[in-house]
């Protein structure tokens, strides 16, 4: 089974679309899912991540097979091009760093609220989140997390079509070898 955490709907819909999953609850989660895919919404920030990631490892049992996604769009400097997308292998997070897998380059800062200023390179709300549930169950051996620059630190010029767009094209990066 492959379980995907994604802080927007918008981010869930290009999944929901090509995938054609179906729209149910877990807890007060909006989850989507089919015979080989859970998604399930968690709203924007590092605890409510925590919390659906939680819920997908408490409602299901686990299995070698499972893999674990944390799907979202970032905002980014602007060294980097609107569309780019990384794999995060480092996640800081509270001035700590958290190594996440050790052959990835790409770092990524997790905050508390939106950031207006390219104080940092690469920032989301999420990743801490998905990743601190993770880290804490011993029975998830494959979990990748995989952001998508949306913005230069403009948060406000973000619309949900363009979130979609964003994260269905990058749908065969993100699922290779899952599927």
Do not use: W
């Amino acid at each position: 089974m492959i379980y995907v955490v994604t802080a927007l709907k918008a981010e869930a819909q290009a999944f929901v679309d090509k995938y054609r999953l179906q729209p149910s609850l877990l807890g007060g989660y909006k989850l989507f899912s089919n015979d080989t895919m859970r998604v399930i919404v968690s709203n924007v920030g590092v605890t409510n991540a925590m919390l659906a990631t939680q819920a997908l490892i408490d409602a299901y049992d686990i299995t070698d097979d499972d893999v674990y996604l944390n799907v979202g769009i970032c905002g980014a400097s602007k060294g980097y091009a609107i569309g780019e997308f990384f794999e995060i292998g480092e996640i800081v997070y509270e001035e700590k760093s958290y190594i996440v897998h050790p052959y990835l380059y790409a770092t990524i800062t997790c905050v508390d609220k939106q950031i207006t200023t390219d104080k940092y390179e690469i920032v989301d709300m999420e990743s801490f989140g998905f990743y601190d549930a993770i880290r804490h169950s011993t029975a998830i051996k494959n979990f990748h997390i995989y952001k998508v620059v949306s913005d230069h630190f403009e948060p406000e010029t973000i619309t949900k079509e363009f979130t979609k767009s964003l994260i269905f094209k990058n749908l065969e990066k993100i699922m290779k070898d899952k599927i």
